[in-house]
């Protein structure tokens, strides 16, 4: 048997950007996505990040950030976890609840109409970036009544 050792990510930073490329390739392939190009600041931030969960962590860090993303430029705004690391978190005014109190039920079906619109109605995303099966989606789609937008 041959063992071949690799040093853990945060030993070869200069790895990093060509990985982040690779990845960036493969999710977008996974998912549909539309990435392009990686911001210069997105690489300086991934680089300064220790990466305890390895390869695997980058992969799951940049497959959030490609479901955030709004253009063909990932920018750093899609890393939260690791710009804000939790330290200042918003105070309880940013966050917007609905003025009237309304069930658990009616916030879930809000929520995954948000996602939905967020994602382009793309539900293989949808399911991704609210980590549920395609099945439990579509049952809550019927469950609400939820049905996509006719296209013109």
């Known amino acids: 048997m041959v063992r071949i050792e690799v040093p853990p990510l945060r030993e070869r930073k200069e790895d990093i950007a060509a990985l982040a490329e690779y990845l960036i390739d493969k999710i977008n392939k996974d998912l549909d996505g539309g990435i392009r190009r990686i911001d210069p600041d997105v690489i300086q931030i991934l680089q300064n990040y220790d990466f305890p969960g390895n390869v695997r962590e980058l992969e799951n860090i940049l497959r959030h950030a490609v479901v955030m993303a709004k253009g063909v430029l990932l920018l750093p705004e899609y890393l939260p976890a690791l710009t804000d690391k939790g330290e200042n978190p918003p105070p309880i005014s940013a966050y917007r609840f609905p003025e009237e109190l309304v069930s658990l039920e009616e916030m879930e079906r809000r929520y995954i109409l948000h996602a939905l619109q967020k994602t382009g109605w793309k539900k293989k995303l949808t399911c991704h970036f609210l980590k549920i099966a395609r099945t439990t989606l579509d049952r809550k ?11 013109d």
Do not use: Q, T, V
């Open 141 to 151: 789609l019927e469950l609400y009544g939820i049905k996509a937008p006719k296209r």
